[in-house]
Structures are given as structure tokens and as C-alpha cells.
């Protein structure tokens, strides 16, 4: 689950005590996790300049602070789906950057080994179900996954991932009055950031609060600040509460921005550049977050320097391995099309 | 003096049971009374009077099965309307889309040596069973079987099925493993595939593979093509199953035979059997495979009687066609309904002398190519056979396999028998020119023959 390996090292200030809001411990993590993102995404942005990576890729810079708050929330067991916006999603469940990474670079030692690519990645053991290229689609399907756990009656929770985009996609709502109609332990998380591929919500979408979206299924749904680590954070934990004790799905609409393009092919006409400037400067969830651990006390310069540190040596060496990792022997081309390899 | 005739329940309806009279003769009836109430083994109807008058003789009793459509049932005196109303529903021409009876050759004939799977009949002990009743016993059986199997759809549950094939199941195995569902079809798949991809085994009935299109995505990308995509680590190991291909009268949003459609995906896996042992033998064999399995069945079998084996673990392995009628002078290849035509076609060969070999092929994915090409190599020459379209179809595809691997053996440029290259026709006549006929069957096998 979330990885915590840094938030022991910069135990130096005394923690204030806080009646309310973010503990220490998670939030030095939560720093590190979205930290890790980052720094991954802007690596993989370069490999692609570099010719290293093919195709489409999606990066998730910006919207950080969902998948971690989302992430501290999951218990064991608990299943994670979403699009094509999938790295940070996959780093947080606890994927091997290096996997992933080699997955973005088309190698044998990619998750997927390379057959795959940045939109379709997985991890039965994380728990981590794509990583899925048709816009949309991951939302019936983490209801199915919702709908195994119900028949199972194992306690877990799915959340299903999407963006303002695919919210305007019909089997979303198919999949909502079944959710709710069956009561299904399913947390919609509505990754709204402004803009589907080119097209801003305003232009898409005739009621542009996605959290209303469930009301005519009577679907509960509240908007967050999805900039903010600690409040996706608390409102996962009531969306998962609600979802886990048998009172069916929940609606997260989080506000949220990609600083980058869609893909790494945007031609960046529909929005300026100052409307981007300004969310880097004044909502940066990794900036917001290190305001709180200063203000607070709880890390110095050099604590978060340390972090950074780590950091930038994981996702160095994931690059390192995606570039040196073989392409899949050619022999991979016919395998993985059946369970027991019938043809 | 009017005649009130069974009416027809369904496009497809033969026959069915008068279950029970209402009335009796010398009652005043009005238009709109029910009369009666009519049972076929897919629905219970009940019949309303069309006229006013007094009924004054019961034609057919209460409890008599076999009720052809249009035989007169009641009659009814004139009452205050003068001038007779036309019969109920009963058309003025009988469909002659029809199915005719099970051909007698059927499941009889013994498999040539080599055959992987032969024949059911005659090796083991076994029971008349439809079509329909043999794929609720498949399901009846792996749902016993396996706790991780469910079904789900359109009236799987307490309406019983729209077609009837899930008659009984909800009543065994309750709500949790047959579920209900709303008409959501690209919704509903892709909850299954999502269910699958989490370890479950689920069924999922369309109620004609016309209303899958609306699913086909979940279908492709997200069934067929996850474990590649996911390099072999997400399984999926799911049934799409349901009636394909014409019904009777339906028309072209209902009548679509998809099976070249599904059969083009790797990753899927496609079967379409004919007979009651098949249905049941590769739906227990789908619901096993641990891959994603379309299941084509078909409307017009669903009520034909077949032998089916008493063999609680009978499977029939997906991927072997079965040789149905062997033959020297031509290869007939059909799959579904196509192979009761095929049949009867052969059988009219044979009192004129050409002796056909009729290849059920019963998967369309992986096809069995090697069964096709031997028999090739033994007759020299084939007519393929098939419900939907020719262009790009399954005959294609056999056909060009068996002009790249066979070329030497033929004698005559192989010929494809499929529906017309036009929409499925509503009217009568328009319909039966449209689709796959014996005669058609007979007429190209002749030529292939140079007869």
C-alpha cells in the first residue's frame, strides 16, 4: 500500500500536537508518494522526448494529490481501476517504478512485458486493475469488480477512477443505477480537471458539478478540493466507510488540474498559458503540503531535501532499467492470448 | 359463424398446449373477454375473444398439447357486429421461415475414425432433451459445480428467461447467483467482465446478440484483449451466451448473425452448436474455460428435441468439429441451425447419387481447420455453408484456408452458401429469398459436382 520508507528518516522537530486535521507520519509519507509521482512523470515526459517512449502518454502531474489521498484510505484487498491516466495511480498502489517504467518503454521488463504500454498496466497484487484505453469503460468494470466483492461478501471496496471526460460516457450511468440498485461497494472518483482532451467542461457538459451526477440514481456525492492531499484524504475515508458498510456507491468529485497536456501531443490552443501558471503557483498540491510540514514544524529544508533525494534516485533508476531492459522476445507476440495457450 | 384459430405466441411459435378454457359453449363472450390461455415450453398467453356472440362449441379441449397455429379452437355465433372480424393474430400466410422438423439423420450417424469427439448416440445411455432445456442443465449443473458461476441478464430470473432457458434457476439458486438486470447492455457486460477479471465466473445472457452491439467493446477490449494487454496476469474467464442469427419475421435489427464478427478476435473464444448435446457439452465446457467464451445459440433449435447424455460430467471440448453425416463426393461446413440444413440437404444428395460429408464445425474459434482440410483432401470439393453475410464471413475464411493448404486436391472452385448481401427483409417472401435454403444447399453441391 503506501509507501512510508521516508517518513521515519527526518524525525528531527518535535510533532505539534494537532487536535484536527493532518498527523505527521501521513503526511511526510503522502509528500514522498506524490513527490515520487512527479518527479516520475516529468522523467517519463523527457524519455518521450527522447524518442524512448512510443505512442500515447498521459501524465498525471497535477493531479497528485487524488491517488494518494485515495490510496491512504484502501485496505487490503480493496481494488483500484481507472483510464489511461495511470502511472501515479500505479506507483501509489505499489507497483515497481522500474516496471512500470520499462512498461512505458516497451521492454520485457515492462509490468505488462511491454505488450501493454503507458494505458494498459496491472497488478493482481496490488490490487491494481488498469490502466484501460477506451474512456469510460473502467467505470462498469470496477462496478463489476464492486460486484465480486458483494457476491464474495469479503468487506473490500472498489474504486473506480475516471475523469470529467468520461463522465459524459452513457455506461457510466449504467453502471450507477446498478451500483446503487444492487448496493455495491464501489467509490467513484471523478478526477475533474477541467478539460476532456480539448474540450473544457464548460463546453462538454450541461451540468458541469459532476458530483450531482448520481442524484437521479440517489447516489450520494460531494466535491473536493482534489489540490488538497488532506481532504481527499477525509472525504475517501467517508466515501469508503459509506461504500464498506453496505450503503453502496459514492460520488468524489475532485478538483484537480493537469498542468501538461492531455498527451504528449497537445497543441495547447484551448487554454493560455497564464490559467496554467497560476494553478503551478498559487494550488500545487506538493507545494501545499510542504507549507503545512514547514509551518508545522514537522520537516526542515533538509528533511525535504532528503526526500527528494530518494526520490529522484528510485525514478533514476527506473529509467536507467526501462532503457537497458530488452525488447520482448519476438516469441511474446503469441503469448498471453489464451489461458493455456490454445490456440 | 367465426372460427376463433390458436393464435401464434411468438414469430417462432409452431405449436403449443390450450391449457385452459375460460368459457364453455353458450357463453356470451365480448370482445376483449379472455377466452382461454395458451402454453408453449417459451411462454404462457392468455387469448382474448375479437367479437361479440355466444361460443357455441369448444373445438379443442382444455389440456391438449400440440396445438397447431391456426387450427380452429372455439366457434363463435355472430353477435351484434354482422360482419365476421378477421382470425386472432393468426397471419394469412404461414411463415415459411419456419424450421422444419429435426431432419432423421441427426446425431445418428457414427463419426469416422480419428474423430476426436464422436457422436453422443450410441456410446452412451441418453434422453430426449431440447435445445433449450439441455443449455439450462449446463448451467444448472456448473452452477452447482462451481459457487463462483452465476448468471446474469434481461429476465434471467423470475420471468424465467426470454426465451425460457433460464427456467427454474432462480428458483434454486436464488437472487445473489441469478441476477436481474436492467436493460443496460453495455453496462451490464462490462460489470461481468469486471466481475472476471476479480476471480468470478459469470454468464452473461444477452437476450439476442443483436442487443450485444451495444456492448461489443466490453466484449473486445476489455475481455478479449486484457490478458494480453496485461502480460498474462488478468484472467477473464467469462460467457456471453444467447440467441444469434434470424429468428422468424423479425426483421434486420433482430436478425443478425454475428458470428463472423466475434469469430475475427483472438482472445476470444467462439462456439455455436446445433444439437442438444453440443449445447449442453460446450456450454459447460465455455463456462469451464478459463478465457473468454462467446456462446452463439440460436432461437429456431431452442425447441428441437435432440439425445443427450445422461453423463453428469459430459463436456464436449471447444475447437473439434464433429463430422455428422461422412461422405465422399462433397464437404458441406455448417455450424448452428445450418447443420439441420446441411443434413437434409445430404440427404437429398444422396437419392441422387452424390454423397455428402457434413462438417458441424460447432467453434468458430479456434476453427478446426485440420478436420475441414482432410475431408477436403477426401472429396475434392466443398460448399461452405452459413446464416450471415458472405462477404468476410466464416466461408471466407474456410475457404480460403482451403484454397492456400488444399489448392492440389480440389477439383471444382469451392462455393460459399450465406444470407443475401442486404439487410434480413421483414416480409414473408423477401425473407425466405434471403436466407441460406436446402435447396440452395442441394443446388450448389450439385454444381460443385459438375452434376
Not at chain 2, 164 to 178: M, N
Request: net charge negative.
Amino acid at each position: 500500500m503506501a509507501r512510508a520508507a521516508a517518513s521515519g528518516k527526518s524525525r528531527k522537530t518535535k510533532a505539534v500536537a494537532a487536535p484536527q486535521g493532518p498527523e505527521r507520519e501521513p503526511l511526510l509519507a503522502w509528500y514522498r508518494d506524490m513527490l515520487l509521482i512527479r518527479r516520475f512523470e516529468e522523467r517519463a515526459g523527457q524519455l518521450y522526448g527522447m524518442g524512448l517512449i512510443g505512442g500515447f502518454c498521459h501524465l498525471y502531474i497535477g493531479q497528485e494529490a487524488i491517488a494518494v489521498g485515495i490510496q491512504a484510505v484502501r485496505k487490503p484487498g480493496d481494488q483500484v481501476i481507472t483510464g489511461y491516466r495511470d502511472h501515479g495511480h500505479m506507483l501509489v498502489c505499489g507497483m515497481d517504478p522500474r516496471e512500470v517504467m520499462a512498461e512505458l518503454t516497451g521492454r520485457a521488463g515492462g509490468s505488462s512485458r511491454g505488450k501493454g504500454g503507458s494505458m494498459h498496466m496491472f497488478s493482481t497484487e496490488a490490487g491494481f486493475y488498469g490502466g484501460h484505453g477506451i474512456v469510460g469503460a473502467q467505470v462498469s468494470l470496477g462496478t463489476g469488480l464492486a460486484l465480486a466483492n458483494s457476491y464474495r461478501g469479503n468487506g473490500n471496496v472498489a474504486f473506480a477512477f475516471f475523469g470529467d471526460g468520461a463522465a459524459n460516457q452513457g455506461q457510466v450511468y449504467e453502471s450507477f443505477n446498478m451500483a446503487e440498485l444492487w448496493s455495491l461497494p464501489v467509490v467513484y472518483v471523478i478526477e475533474n480537471n477541467q478539460y476532456a482532451m480539448g474540450t473544457s467542461i464548460e463546453r462538454s457538459s450541461s451540468e458541469t458539478h459532476l458530483h450531482r451526477r448520481g442524484a437521479s440514481f440517489r447516489i450520494p456525492g460531494e466535491e473536493v478540493d482534489g489540490m488538497d492531499v488532506v481532504a481527499v484524504h477525509e472525504a475517501a475515508a467517508r466515501a469508503a466507510e459509506h461504500a464498506r458498510t453496505g450503503q453502496g456507491p459514492y460520488i468524489l468529485e475532485m478538483k484537480t488540474y493537469r498542468y501538461r497536456g492531455h498527451s504528449m501531443s497537445d497543441p495547447a490552443k484551448y487554454r493560455t498559458r497564464e490559467e496554467v501558471e497560476e494553478v503551478r503557483r498559487n494550488r500545487d498540491p506538493i507545494d501545499h503540503v510542504q507549507e503545512i510540514l514547514i509551518e508545522k514544524g514537522w520537516a526542515d529544508e533538509a528533511a525535504l531535501k532528503a526526500i527528494d533525494a530518494e526520490v529522484r534516485a528510485i525514478v533514476a533508476d527506473a529509467a536507467e532499467f526501462a532503457r537497458i531492459s530488452p525488447e520482448p522476445d519476438p516469441s511474446e507476440l503469441f503469448t498471453d492470448i489464451y489461458v493455456g495457450a490454445e490456440r | 359463424m367465426t372460427d376463433i384459430l390458436m393464435p401464434a405466441l411468438s414469430p417462432t411459435m409452431e405449436e403449443g398446449t390450450l391449457a385452459k378454457w375460460y368459457v364453455k359453449a353458450g357463453d356470451a363472450v365480448r370482445s376483449g373477454d379472455v377466452i382461454a390461455e395458451i402454453e408453449t415450453d417459451k411462454a404462457t398467453m392468455e387469448v382474448e375473444a375479437v367479437d361479440e356472440g355466444v361460443i357455441e362449441a369448444i373445438l379443442v379441449p382444455e389440456g391438449t398439447e400440440e396445438v397447431k397455429v391456426n387450427t380452429p379452437i372455439a366457434r363463435l355465433s355472430a353477435g351484434a357486429v354482422a360482419t365476421p372480424s378477421p382470425p386472432p393474430v393468426a397471419p394469412p400466410i404461414p411463415p415459411p421461415a419456419v424450421p422444419t422438423v429435426t431432419p432423421p439423420v441427426v446425431a445418428t450417424v457414427a463419426a469416422p475414425s480419428g474423430d476426436p469427439s464422436p457422436p453422443p448416440a450410441g456410446t452412451v445411455s441418453g434422453r430426449r432433451t431440447t435445445v433449450r432445456d439441455a443449455l439450462r442443465d449446463a448451467m444448472a449443473e456448473e452452477m452447482r459445480r462451481d459457487e463462483t458461476v452465476f448468471l446474469m441478464g434481461e429476465e434471467v430470473g423470475q420471468y424465467q428467461g426470454a426465451y425460457k432457458v433460464s427456467r427454474g434457476l432462480l428458483e434454486e439458486f436464488g437472487p445473489r447467483r441469478v441476477i436481474d438486470t436492467p436493460i443496460t447492455e453495455h453496462g451490464f457486460a462490462g460489470l461481468g467482465v469486471g466481475a472476471a477479471m476479480a476471480g468470478l465466473r459469470p454468464i452473461v445472457e444477452f437476450m439476442t446478440f443483436n442487443f450485444a452491439m451495444q456492448a461489443i467493446d466490453h466484449i473486445i477490449n476489455s475481455a478479449a484483449k486484457t490478458l494480453y494487454m496485461s502480460g498474462g496476469q488478468i484472467t477473464c474467464p467469462i460467457v456471453f451466451r444467447g440467441p444469434n442469427g434470424a429468428a422468424a419475421r423479425v426483421a434486420a435489427q433482430h436478425s443478425q448473425d454475428y458470428s463472423a464478427w466475434y469469430a475475427h478476435v483472438p482472445g476470444l473464444k467462439v462456439v455455436a452448436p446445433y444439437d442438444a448435446a453440443d449445447a449442453k457439452g460446450l456450454l459447460k465446457a465455455a463456462i469451464r474455460d478459463p478465457n473468454p467464451v462467446v456462446f452463439l445459440e440460436h432461437e429456431m433449435l431452442y425447441g428441437q428435441e435432440f439425445e443427450v447424455p445422461d453423463d453428469p460430467d459430459w463436456t464436449v471440448p471447444i475447437g473439434k468439429a464433429l463430422i455428422r453425416r461422412p461422405g465422399r463426393d462433397v464437404t458441406l461446413t455448417a455450424h448452428s441451425r445450418m447443420v439441420g440444413m446441411a443434413l437434409e440437404a445430404a440427404e437429398i444428395l444422396s437419392k441422387q447419387g452424390v454423397e455428402a460429408e457434413v462438417i458441424d464445425l460447432r467453434t468458430l474459434r479456434p476453427l478446426d481447420h485440420e478436420t475441414i482440410l482432410e475431408s477436403v483432401k477426401r472429396t475434392n470439393r466443398i460448399v461452405s455453408v452459413e446464416e450471415g453475410w458472405a462477404p468476410m464471413g466464416v466461408g471466407a475464411e474456410i475457404v480460403a484456408r482451403v484454397a492456400a493448404e488444399a489448392f492440389d486436391w480440389l477439383d471444382a472452385p469451392p462455393l460459399r452458401i450465406a444470407q443475401a448481401d442486404a439487410p434480413l427483409p421483414y416480409a414473408a417472401n423477401l425473407e425466405a429469398l434471403a436466407l441460406p435454403s436446402v435447396e440452395r444447399i442441394v443446388e450448389a453441391a450439385l454444381k460443385v459436382c459438375y452434376r
